[in-house]
C-alpha cells in the first residue's frame, strides 16, 4: 500500500488495483486452438480458450485459466459484467493485490 492508506496505482487502462481486489477488463476469445494471453487490445487483456461459449463453458475455462496463472483459488475470481459477452469485467478478490498485478502485468507481455 502506498502512503497515505491510497491504494496503488495502475498504470494499465485495463486493470484496476484496489487495497483488496484486482479489476480486470477481459477480452474473450472462445473456441480457439491455443489457450492463454493473446496480448492486449486498447484497454483490455485479451485472452483465449479452447472452450465455445455453450452454458458458461468458456467463462468456466477463463476463470480457470486466470486462476492458475495468477496463482490464485478459482473462487477469488468473480465475472461482474459480460457474462454472457465476448467483453467482461473480471474482479479477483485477493490481500495481495500488487503481487497479482504484477503477474498479470507479466502474462500480458508479448511473448
Same mark, same amino acid.
Request: a positive charge; hydrophobic letters at 35%.
Given at each position: 500500500?502506498?502512503?497515505?492508506?491510497?491504494?496503488?496505482?495502475?498504470?494499465?487502462?485495463?486493470?484496476?488495483?484496489?487495497?483488496?481486489?484486482?479489476?480486470?477488463?477481459?477480452? =474473450? %476469445? #472462445?473456441? =480457439?486452438? $491455443?489457450?492463454?494471453?493473446?496480448?492486449?487490445?486498447?484497454?483490455?487483456?485479451?485472452?483465449?480458450?479452447?472452450? %465455445? #461459449?455453450? *452454458?458458461? *463453458?468458456?467463462?468456466?475455462?477463463?476463470?480457470?485459466?486466470?486462476? =492458475?496463472?495468477?496463482?490464485? #483459488?478459482?473462487? =477469488?475470481?468473480?465475472?461482474? $459484467?459480460?457474462?454472457?459477452? %465476448? $467483453? *467482461?469485467?473480471?474482479?479477483?478478490?485477493?490481500?495481495?493485490?500488487? *503481487?497479482?498485478?504484477?503477474?498479470?502485468?507479466?502474462?500480458?507481455?508479448?511473448?
Amino acid at each position: 500500500m502506498s502512503p497515505g492508506g491510497n491504494p496503488p496505482a495502475s498504470d494499465s487502462p485495463w486493470m484496476r488495483v484496489a487495497i483488496d481486489e484486482v479489476i480486470i477488463e477481459v477480452t =474473450a %476469445r #472462445p473456441g =480457439a486452438s $491455443r489457450r492463454g494471453v493473446i496480448g492486449l487490445s486498447s484497454d483490455r487483456l485479451v485472452v483465449a480458450v479452447h472452450s %465455445r #461459449p455453450d *452454458k458458461g *463453458k468458456a467463462n468456466d475455462e477463463l476463470i480457470e485459466y486466470l486462476a =492458475a496463472e495468477m496463482r490464485v #483459488p478459482r473462487s =477469488a475470481l468473480m465475472i461482474v $459484467r459480460g457474462e454472457t459477452s %465476448r $467483453r *467482461k469485467t473480471i474482479r479477483i478478490v485477493t490481500h495481495e493485490p500488487t *503481487k497479482v498485478a504484477s503477474r498479470l502485468r507479466q502474462i500480458s507481455k508479448p511473448k
